[in-house]
Structure formats: C-alpha cells, structure tokens
C-alpha cells in the first residue's frame, strides 16, 4: 500500500513541476516572440525579427541593406 502512496505522490510532483515549467515557458515566449515577422526595410523581404538587423527604429534583411539605408541620407 505504501507504494502506491509513493506512486502518487511522485505522480503529483510531476503535474505541479510540469505546470510551473510551462508558465514559466510561456511567459518568457511572451517577452520575445521568436515568430514575429518583420520587413526589410530597404527591399521589403520578411524575415523573423530575431534574425533581422535593427537600426533605430528600423529592420533590414542583411548588413548591406542597412548600410545602403542608412548610408543614403
Ligand atoms: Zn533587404
């Protein structure tokens, strides 16, 4: 009988670790949204905004079009 007591309380362990993982997951998606799309601002190629080069207020798809960019004004 002990052993089932062990099983279960094991069993709880698990859900309430696995709940706390998950939150914790789920809020540090929330901070930086690895999906979000954001357009090159010199051709208007869409890219993942973790791989885009910011400048300022704006994205680029590579470092010449950031340079082009920002090189023109
Ligand atoms: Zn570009």
Redesign the pocket.
């Known amino acids: 009988m002990r052993i089932l007591i062990l099983i279960a309380i094991g069993l709880l362990l698990y859900i309430i670790i696995g709940n706390i993982l998950r939150k914790n997951k789920l809020s540090s998606l929330e901070d930086t949204d690895p999906e979000k799309m954001v357009s090159?601002?010199?051709?208007?190629?869409h890219?993942l905004e973790q791989e885009a080069l910011k400048s300022g207020q704006s994205f680029?798809?590579?470092q010449?079009?950031l340079e082009a960019d920002t090189q023109a004004k």
């Open positions: 090159c601002k010199h051709c208007g190629l890219i680029y798809c590579s010449s079009h």
